[in-house]
């Protein structure tokens, strides 16, 4: 399986201790991918993703008793996606549902339905974690981080994207949102994470800690490639220049030997041309061990510029 589906699965079957927080998770779901329909009252929760059927399913089994159908259906006109449903037809069933996750709303005296579970119902941290856990099995996809980090959470409904965003805030997880065009025209929210650390919190956040584990394992080895990479780069760089010096120095040096200049150098920077010439490639603190007497980096440094500086003043004589 692919990294996301990996972190999915894992997410599936994660299941909460807590039934407020189950409820939780099942309201994201709902609020997701879900049709519901208050006269007559009924749930269909509709996916891509066995995930999201398996989990609403399980919810619905294990906190209400509620064996859901659950049906899979092939992609028509040769559409290799797949679509998976969990539908509850009984008005009872899903009265009782909807109305734990407050989702119906007494109004005068008639009653309407909520697209979401009320904030009074999410206040505790562990809900909004598995509320976010409910989103991401809903529309979210991570890519591989051997190729770059990259998360995000589709919602055809922007106040959905910016209450996860509200949400993951509170985890001091910044995300953006941005509207990204669909084929037919329509637009989807798109609520997207590429820094690798705020992945990983997420993954924390969302309870997905084997998969966290592989990442920060994936970002371990990145960050060492990228050191030595960096290191040798700079060595590389360093060699480079040392290498371009030493050529120039070479080559002002004869040039100062074929011209005649040569009967104007100091013992010391007669001697040090010499040294030179016959140490091509020697770094410049051997080279001022090779002089009488020795000399510091610095002072072989200091020689070899005057031996260039005369080389150039004799070439713009001539």
Do not use: W
Request: proline residues 3%.
């Amino acid at each position: 399986m692919s990294f996301s589906s990996n972190v999915k699965q894992e997410l599936t079957d994660h299941m909460s201790k807590a039934r407020h927080c189950r409820l939780a998770e099942l309201s994201a779901i709902i609020s997701m991918s879900a049709k519901v329909t208050l006269e007559p009252c009924g749930i269909t929760i509709h996916s891509e993703s066995h995930f999201v059927s398996e989990k609403a399913d399980r919810i619905l089994s294990e906190v209400f008793g509620i064996h859901a159908r659950v049906c899979f259906r092939k992609g028509r006109g040769g559409s290799k996606a797949k679509q998976y449903s969990v539908t509850l037809k009984d008005p009872v069933e899903a009265r009782r549902v909807l109305n734990a996750l407050g989702m119906i709303e007494s109004v005068g005296e008639g009653e309407r339905l909520l697209s979401y579970m009320p904030d009074k119902l999410l206040e505790r941290s562990c809900c909004r974690q598995a509320y976010i856990r409910g989103a991401f099995l809903s529309g979210g996809s991570i890519n591989d981080p051997t190729k770059n980090y990259h998360t995000e959470i589709l919602s055809e409904d922007r106040f959905m994207a910016e209450r996860l965003q509200s949400f993951l805030k509170g985890y001091e997880i910044d995300s953006r949102i941005i509207e990204r065009k669909r084929p037919k025209g329509k637009s989807v929210s798109v609520l997207y994470l590429k820094d690798g650390e705020q992945i990983v919190d997420l993954l924390s956040v969302m309870k997905a800690h084997l998969a966290l584990m592989e990442l920060e394992n994936v970002r371990i080895i990145k960050d060492v490639r990228n050191k030595v990479n960096r290191q040798v780069n700079c060595e590389t760089a360093n060699l480079n220049k040392t290498v371009n010096a030493s050529v120039k120095q070479v080559s002002d040096i004869r040039y100062l030997m074929d011209h005649g200049g040569m009967a104007m150098l100091t013992p010391e920077l007669k001697e040090m041309a010499m040294v030179r010439l016959e140490n091509e490639n020697t770094p410049l603190k051997d080279l001022g061990k090779m002089v009488d007497p020795p000399v510091s980096k610095s002072g072989v440094n200091h020689r070899l510029r005057r031996l260039s500086e005369i080389a150039k003043q004799l070439r713009e004589q001539h």
